[in-house]
């Protein structure tokens, strides 16, 4: 049976880089370093971010942007301060994408690896009472389209 997520491990380029970012947006605690050690394929570090264990990994094989990300919950009073420590870390702030009302506001950014990171002011809840709602009202539109 499945108990719930593990781990999410990222690989990349630069392990103490990502490790002040992951400390500088997240407040992530570094709860392991390999060093010189390998005991997995690449040297790696552990941060604990919400209670999630977060693996990174240093490698140069890094692979090009995607829409695959790691979304984190934040308070709708939080958003200007996520968005500031990016704009201080030089990371790339993607514009906000188009939402349905009431789902929440979220922030995109890539770290230095090309990693997409969401922080969402929402729970999966809400997002599903939404769209609930929008599902019956266009239900309900179309079936009196239909009786005309």
Do not use: C
């Not at 209670?51 to 709708?76: C, G, P």
């Not at 890539?110 to 939404?130: A, I, M, S």
């Amino acid at each position: 049976m499945i108990e719930g997520i593990s781990h999410v491990t990222f690989v990349v380029r630069k392990l103490d880089k990502t490790s002040q970012f992951l400390r500088e947006i997240f407040n992530a605690e570094e709860v392991y370093y390999s060093g010189g050690k390998k005991h997995s394929l690449y040297k790696e570090k552990f941060f604990i971010i919400g209670n999630q264990w977060i693996a990174v990994m240093e490698d140069t094989n890094i692979l090009n942007r995607t829409y695959h990300h790691l979304a984190f919950k934040i308070s709708d009073s939080d958003v200007e301060s996520y968005i500031d420590k990016i704009k201080k870390l030089n990371l790339e702030l993607l514009p906000p994408r188009k939402r349905v009302p009431g789902e929440g506001y979220s922030i995109y950014f890539y770290d230095y690896d090309n990693n997409l990171f969401e922080l969402h002011t929402e729970t999966l809840d809400k997002r599903l009472e939404v769209y609930n709602k929008l599902d019956s009202y266009e239900f309900k539109n179309l079936e009196e389209e239909n009786s005309l």
